[in-house]
């Protein structure tokens, strides 16, 4: 049976089997399709606070014991919020419909391309023929030119990963990696960012290839002369009736900076922060009855994106049928991503308590 938040499937099903409006005997998608008669692609959802913004009281070292346990459950297939190429291209070529994406989510890679030569759809291409017939044992040219073409398509985090298992001696600016290039891998190679300090390293460790982007912010189609007046009204409901709000972020926060990283994780990853990431946030802005909505939109618009990111996992589970997947993204998401993922026929959702939990 599958879990979502630490709790049977079974049991979210039948709290809401009331209230579901669908007809006796209709399909219920819940839980791994008993028709399945092969291994079910298993898929572990970690969720994480964004690790640079405590830059100031964490550093790489720090995070050691995380990496351990995860790389205990062994995930042939890594995802990360970030957003691919091909979906910044999109961003940039629909400005209008996607104000300030570009800007504020996507990686610019135009200053490499004029190092590696290589076009957003040339790179992107090359990278996936390349690992179509990647050998066992690859040459150091041949990571470094892997490399500048995952930061041509704009995936500099999956170039990290073959930085990293680079020999030392062999990191340097050749085949298709500049000296700009370079400077960003070494950049990226010691930032806090959890797609960098955890999923890359992890990747490398286990001798992966690469971490899939997997974020698509494209449900929300915001007009510049209405942006104003929405967020102030998100942020009106945010607030309340003044009612307390956010204590247990404070509580995880106080163990993140306070030397106990896996004690933060685990509240992170509990039923209880879940809980509380709803009160102080959809359940108040889901409710929104004033004229415009927008406490409706924005609720609609984090589902539309949870449901494009999870389509996105599943574009790269499938690199891996039957394979296990770690999925590593802002706590926020985590339940949504469960439940959304627990309506495939072949996941298994895995509890990130089998790597978490105390000894």
Same mark, same amino acid.
């Given at each position: 049976m599958k879990h979502l938040f630490g709790l049977p499937a079974a049991m979210i099903m039948l709290a809401s089997c009331a209230h579901d409006g669908l007809p006796d005997g209709a399909l219920n998608f819940s839980g791994v399709d008993p028709a399945l008669t092969v291994q079910p692609t298993q898929?572990?959802?970690?969720?994480?606070?964004?690790?640079?913004?405590?830059?100031?009281?964490?550093?790489?070292?720090?995070? *050691?014991?995380?990496?351990?346990?995860?790389?205990?459950?062994?995930?042939?297939?890594?995802?990360? *919020?970030?957003?691919?190429?091909?979906?910044?291209?999109?961003?940039?070529? !629909?400005?209008?419909?996607?104000?300030?994406?570009?800007e504020?989510?996507?990686?610019?890679?135009?200053? !490499?391309?004029?190092?590696?030569?290589?076009?957003?759809? *040339?790179?992107? !291409?090359?990278?996936?023929?390349?690992?179509?017939?990647?050998? *066992?044992?690859?040459?150091?040219?041949? /990571? /470094?030119?892997l490399a500048a073409a995952f930061i041509a398509s704009e995936d500099p985090d999956s170039a990290l990963v073959q930085w990293l298992r680079l020999n030392e001696a062999d990191r340097m600016a050749r085949d298709g990696l500049g000296p700009q290039?370079?400077?960003l891998l070494n950049a990226r190679s010691g930032s806090l960012n959890e797609s960098r300090s955890i999923a890359a390293r992890l990747a490398a460790r286990l001798g992966l290839e690469r971490v899939f982007p997997a974020d698509d912010h494209g449900s929300y189609f915001r007009t510049e002369d209405d942006q104003a007046a929405y967020g102030a009204r998100i942020e009106t409901l945010w607030r309340g009736d003044g009612e307390p709000c956010g204590a247990h972020v404070e509580a995880a926060k106080a163990k993140l900076t306070g030397g106990d990283l896996l004690g933060a994780y685990r509240d992170y990853n509990s039923v209880d922060y879940q809980r509380g990431q709803m009160e102080c946030d959809w359940t108040r802005t889901m409710n929104d009855s004033e004229p415009d909505?927008?406490?409706?939109?924005?609720?609609?618009?984090?589902?539309? /994106?949870?449901? /494009?990111?999870?389509?996105?996992?599943?574009?790269?589970?499938?690199?891996?049928?039957?394979g296990r997947v770690l999925s590593i993204v802002g706590v926020s998401h985590k339940p949504y991503f469960e439940a959304y993922l627990d309506q495939m026929h072949d996941v298994e959702i895995v509890s990130t308590d089998t790597v978490l939990k105390s000894p």
């Open positions: 898929v572990m959802v970690l969720g994480t606070v964004h690790l640079s913004r405590h830059d100031d009281t964490l550093s790489q070292n720090d995070l *050691e014991p995380l990496i351990e346990r995860l790389a205990a459950y062994r995930p042939d297939v890594i995802t990360v *919020e970030n957003s691919s190429g091909m979906t910044c291209h999109r961003a940039r070529a !629909f400005v209008r419909e996607h104000e300030g994406y570009a504020n989510y996507c990686f610019d890679g135009a200053p !490499f391309r004029k190092e590696s030569g290589l076009s957003v759809a *040339e790179a992107s !291409f090359q990278a996936r023929q390349a690992l179509s017939d990647w050998p *066992e044992a690859p040459t150091a040219a041949q /990571r /470094r030119a290039s370079v400077a909505r927008y406490g409706r939109q924005y609720t609609m618009g984090w589902q539309a /994106r949870n449901l /494009r990111m999870v389509s996105l996992i599943m574009d790269a589970a499938k690199t891996d049928p039957g």
